[in-house]
């Protein structure tokens, strides 16, 4: 079983940044492919970024390319979301979450899911 727990929400300005860590309880992290999710009020959650499990291959989502950036330390149990260029529509609730399969499997495929943590980006 894999706890995960996300950090680093708050409130920013737009045109900021902010850095998600998720951290991972257990010593099989290196297992799981890592992903981030959100999800604003009224709709459904999306993919924002996932990251392979040695870190060589990233992905992330059209809306956010050239804005953030997924990376993870295998030796710290830990997914990181650096998030620049921030825009209100960003505002969501941000998920971490692990799957034990390749990286480009769907949102249905992760298995272990943190609780979130709000990001608020004001015009």
């Known amino acids: 079983q894999v706890q995960l727990v996300e950090s680093g929400g708050g409130l920013v300005q737009a045109g900021g940044s902010l850095r998600l860590s998720c951290a991972a309880s257990g010593r099989t992290f290196s297992r799981y492919t890592m992903g981030w999710f959100r999800q604003a009020p009224g709709k459904e959650r999306e993919f924002v970024a996932a990251?392979?499990?040695?870190?060589?291959?990233?992905y992330h989502a059209d809306s956010v390319l050239g804005r953030f950036t997924i990376s993870r330390d295998n030796a710290k149990s830990t997914v990181y979301l650096q998030m620049n260029s921030l825009k209100p529509e960003d505002t969501a609730v941000y998920y971490c979450?692990?799957?034990?399969?390749?990286?480009?499997?769907?949102?249905?495929?992760?298995?272990?899911w943190g609780q979130g943590t709000q990001v608020t980006v004001s015009s």
């Open positions: 979450a692990a799957t034990p399969y390749s990286i480009g499997v769907g949102i249905h495929a992760y298995v272990h």
């Open positions: 990251i392979s499990k040695d870190g060589g291959n990233t």
